[in-house]
């Protein structure tokens, strides 16, 4: 993951390992380049399987017998093909199982590829990629400029996200933080070396904090939705110490297919990285079950450069824009010096489109909150048609204006003079 210009997070390959159908889940170590997740379907086996031969092990791949299980036909490709099982999950909304496996001879990772493809037992295959995170009575309400200045406490006397769930998939998240135990209703760990600091990670509680901080208990801030439900997805890892942060496609790719199973109304990535044909299919699968998915731009590479809010079905969140480039499926939204929560029960400004991504996705369960049911294409629209020019001029989303979106007096009720609209005058430098 890419953690997009936030203060917490930098780089690191993130060490994963997911648990085995089979077996007990042991921590190992990924090996970037040598590393390779392939599919097996898992509903039909073909009877009868062409013999052919392996390029990384020069060994006649044995063809099975008609009914042959699919533990075995998974045990054969390995074999066959020179690799080491690491681990392997069901992706049963894809109706295939995901084997993560190491290249266990010095064969050249490409040619054990393309053999892997070639062969008709398997469905798909692809390396492992590096991904990185993008970085009331409440005493601190006074210090958060962005939120307070969206007329927050007006909006939060009818919609404060209540009955709306917010899955975030990012480090762990502190549990125990008081701002936020009271609303996240289920956590789950894909790394599985990193199975003790879940509480500890700093990128994760940000992230949370912005969205679903708690509203006059006495404490700290404010959340965009106070009331919104968080469901926590840990798939990176965060090192104590550096606080250096990232994961990979093989833990996001076990996130998101938790993610389909428990269906939150709004799922939340402040990261980016390469494309992934998985974690697409994923998304795209997630889009259909109604979620509606908000991404990172990773700013340093532009909205294309950017996975996966690169997606059509996704709305990517942006922080900025040049006048050269495209505004697609983005939108801008304020992300600099946020103060939001981090580990053990404390706060801290945070910055960067990881922040402003969070932002939007409480602004979606507001919005949510107000109207269920919004398909994605309708908070899109929204999004895009309630803007107001920031100081610089740059189109970012009101929160007030959105949640109230259609009112025939919405600009009297966010107390915004009309003609001052970024939608009734966007610069002509931004497309």
């Known amino acids: 993951m890419r953690v997009l210009r936030s203060v ?99 064969a050249d990772v490409s040619l054990v590829m393309k053999a892997l493809s070639a062969d008709s037992r398997v469905h798909t295959v692809q390396s492992v990629k590096p991904y990185k995170l993008m970085s009331y009575n409440d005493p601190y309400f006074s210090l958060q400029n962005i939120v307070s200045g969206d007329r927050i406490e007006r909006i939060h006397q009818r919609f404060t996200g209540k009955n709306v769930v917010v899955g975030i998939v990012d480090t762990g998240v502190d549990r125990h933080h008081p701002e936020l135990s009271g609303s996240i209703i289920y956590t789950s760990n894909s790394v599985a070396h990193d199975q003790q600091s879940f509480d500890q990670d700093e990128h994760g509680t940000a992230v949370a904090g912005v969205i679903g901080s708690a509203a006059n208990n006495d404490l700290g801030i404010v959340g965009v939705a106070p009331e919104a439900s968080l469901m926590v997805f840990k798939a990176c890892h965060q090192e104590l110490g550096s606080r250096r942060t990232s994961c990979d496609s093989v833990s996001i790719v076990k996130a998101l297919n938790d993610v389909l199973v ?68 983005m939108v801008l939204a304020p992300g600099t010096d946020m103060l939001t929560t981090t580990p053990g029960a404390t706060y801290g400004f945070k910055s960067g489109s990881s922040m402003a991504t969070a932002y939007v996705s409480g602004i979606v369960a507001l919005m949510i909150d107000r109207e269920p049911g919004l398909s994605r294409d309708e908070v899109f629209l929204r999004l895009k048609q309630s803007t107001r ?39 002509k430098s931004v497309p």
């Open 8 to 106: 917490s997070a930098f780089y690191l390959v993130l060490l994963v390992c997911v648990g085995c159908a089979t077996q007990p889940a042991v921590p190992v170590a990924l090996s970037s380049d040598r590393n390779i997740l392939f599919t097996v379907q898992i509903r039909e086996t073909p009877p009868t399987l062409a013999s052919s031969f392996s390029a990384a092990s020069s060994q006649a791949i044995a063809t099975p017998s008609s009914g042959v299980g699919l533990e075995q036909v998974i045990g054969d490709v390995i074999k066959s093909h020179g690799l080491k099982h690491m681990s392997q999950f069901p992706l049963r909304s894809l109706e295939l199982v995901a084997v993560f496996v190491e290249i266990a001879t010095d």
């Open 389 to 427: 020019l920031s100081e610089n001029r740059m189109p970012f989303v009101d929160l007030c204006l959105a949640i109230n979106f259609g009112a025939g007096s919405a600009d009297q009720i966010c107390d915004y003079t009309p003609q001052m609209a970024a939608h009734a005058a966007l610069p």
């Open 262 to 329: 428990r269906s939150p109304d709004v799922l939340n990535l402040s990261l980016s990285g390469p494309p992934d044909d998985l974690i697409a299919r994923l998304l795209r699968q997630a889009v259909q079950q109604g979620i509606v998915v908000i991404a990172a731009v990773d700013e340093s590479l532009s909205l294309e450069g950017s996975f996966p809010a690169s997606m059509p079905e996704v709305i990517a969140v942006g922080t900025t824009i040049e006048a050269s480039q495209s505004m697609g499926s």
